[in-house]
Nanobody, 121 residues
Framework: QVQLVESGGGLVQPGGSLRLSCAAS????????MGWYRQAPGKERELVAA???????NYADSVKGRFTISRDGAKNTVYLQMNSLKPEDTAVYYC???????????????WGQGTQVTVSS
């Protein structure tokens, strides 16, 4: 089982920055991918950014050039640096991990509890 705890959300003015953190704890054989999703009121949850175990990254078109995903393996933590924030970035942001409990196990999806990001003047 993998437990994910997010932090770093809050209220920021347009053009501002925030950094989200997601710390993983528990037991796993491997974490194959980590990512951040967001869900705005009345909208479906969408992928914001992801990073795989080898280190390749993927971003939603709407955040390319503004957001950066990174990880610290020693701390089992993944980050989302968000710059040049816009009101349309307002949403609950969820941390996601895809992990295996053993070599032969299938991948399981784990989610954090979510952290609110509000971009408003």
């Amino acid at each position: 089982q993998v437990q994910l705890v997010e932090s770093g959300g809050g209220l920021v003015q347009p053009g501002g920055s925030l950094r989200l953190s997601c710390a993983a704890s528990g037991r796993w054989f491997s974490i194959d991918a980590m990512g951040w999703y967001r869900q705005a009121p009345g909208k479906e949850r969408e992928l914001v950014a992801a990073i795989t175990s080898p280190g390749s990254t993927n971003y939603a078109d709407s955040v390319k050039g503004r957001f950066t995903i990174s990880r610290d393996g020693a701390k089992n933590t993944v980050y989302l640096q968000m710059n040049s924030l816009k009101p349309e970035d307002t949403a609950v942001y969820y941390c996601h991990h895809r992990a295996r409990r053993s070599f032969r196990a299938s991948q399981d999806d784990y989610w954090g509890q979510g952290t609110q990001v509000t971009v408003s003047s």
